[in-house]
């Protein structure tokens, strides 16, 4: 079936690493991707990475895929207070364009 | 580049009226845009797929009579929520993907528009 899961919230200080865990459960994946969502407004796209890559580094955002565990994080490093956000990641099961969602993770970032 | 606009940001209309959503690609053409919904805190579920030119493939249990989708250019897309219910209050969200002029691996999300049914 098609499940992708997350932690539901996740409290930093600011200027730390932030790690934001996901599972999902379709290995025919060929993209995963990380969105990011701020109160009231739709998604932003922040990173993907295709499915035979182990890593991929944007800037402060670090994406791990462990694609034998099917497990996808998100590193931001030094972590600012306009990161606090849900982040949703998201699988596209059967190598189509549809994307599966988790619930979302609810970084909160505090001085 | 690669905007998606959603109009409007946020409607509230009487239970039984009928309330129409637009999405648009702004500076790209998609052949396929999707609509989700999202109620509180929780995540965004797959309503359907709208194909320019033909019908629109709905997921299980979304009712095709109830949520009208309509894709009659590559830019424009409309859902219409008909004889809408309190039930059918939520944040709804549609997403555009690039068939030329970006990046066609990857959705592009409106920012959503919040409807609310008295």
């Known amino acids: 079936g098609e499940d992708v899961e997350q932690s539901l919230f996740l409290s930093v200080r600011e200027g730390d690493s932030s790690v934001i865990n996901c599972t999902y459960t379709?290995?025919?994946?060929?993209?995963l991707y990380w969105y990011k969502q701020e109160p009231g407004a739709g998604l932003q796209l922040l990173t993907y990475?295709?499915?035979?890559?182990d890593m991929k580094q944007d800037q402060r955002l670090t994406v791990l895929l462990n694609k034998k565990d099917k497990h996808l994080s998100l590193r931001i490093a030094d972590t600012q207070t306009g990161d606090s956000a849900i982040y949703f990641c998201?699988?596209?099961?059967?190598?189509?364009?549809?994307?599966?969602f988790g619930a979302g993770t609810r970084l909160a970032v505090h001085p | 580049g690669a905007v998606v606009s959603q109009h409007p940001s946020r409607v509230i209309c009487k239970s039984g009226t009928s309330v129409k959503i637009e999405c648009r690609s702004l500076?790209?053409?998609?052949?396929?845009m999707f609509w989700y919904r999202q109620f509180p805190k929780q995540s965004l579920m797959l309503m359907a797929t709208?194909?320019?030119?033909?019908?629109?493939?709905?997921e299980q249990g979304v009712e095709k009579d109830k949520f009208l989708i309509n894709h009659a250019s590559l830019t424009l897309s409309t859902l219409t929520v008909t004889s809408a219910h309190p039930e059918d209050s939520s944040f709804y969200i549609c997403?555009?993907?690039?068939?030329?002029?970006?990046?066609?691996?990857?959705?592009?999300f409106g920012p959503g528009t919040r409807l609310l049914v008295l």
């Open positions: 997403s555009a993907l690039p068939s030329s002029g970006g990046d066609q691996e990857t959705q592009y």
């Open positions: 379709d290995s025919s994946s060929t993209y």
């Open positions: 998201a699988e596209t099961p059967g190598g189509y364009n549809k994307l599966i």
């Open positions: 709208s194909n320019e030119g033909s019908k629109a493939t709905y």
């Open positions: 990475i295709f499915s035979n890559m």
């Open positions: 500076d790209f053409q998609a052949t396929t």
